[in-house]
């Protein structure tokens, strides 16, 4: 007997962050073959990294892992805005990228910090 389970909920943290991330990739293309290997790997990196770790964090079950891996991403968010405002300084990024990106990165910082609050204060209550 087969159960047809709903599907998981998606977290919107996550849901933002895969869209800042497709914004990202198709700007990536575009830049010039040594940027696009320096600061835009970088870049992608970071957004990968980003994404991993809010992934794993909607789904861990420890709220110590999960505290962890938050935090890890919230951290991981800040150095891509630092990165992205190198690159924008550089002029490798233009302005109207810079500032979607940036938005973006701002709204799902305020959710990392806003979960991150949320699981602190579950902890501290047990």
Known sequence: MAFNLPPPQIPIVLVKTKEAYKIWHEYLINLNRVDRYTIGAKIDDLFCSSLELIFRGSFAYDKFEKLSLVSQAIAKCDLLRF????????????????????????????????????????????
């Open 83 to 126: 990165f992205l405002q190198i690159g924008w300084e550089q002029k490798k990024i233009d302005n109207t990228q810079y500032g979607k990106l940036i938005l973006l990165l701002d709204e799902i910082g305020r959710m990392l910090g806003g979960w991150k609050k949320s699981i602190e204060e579950k902890t501290s209550a047990k």
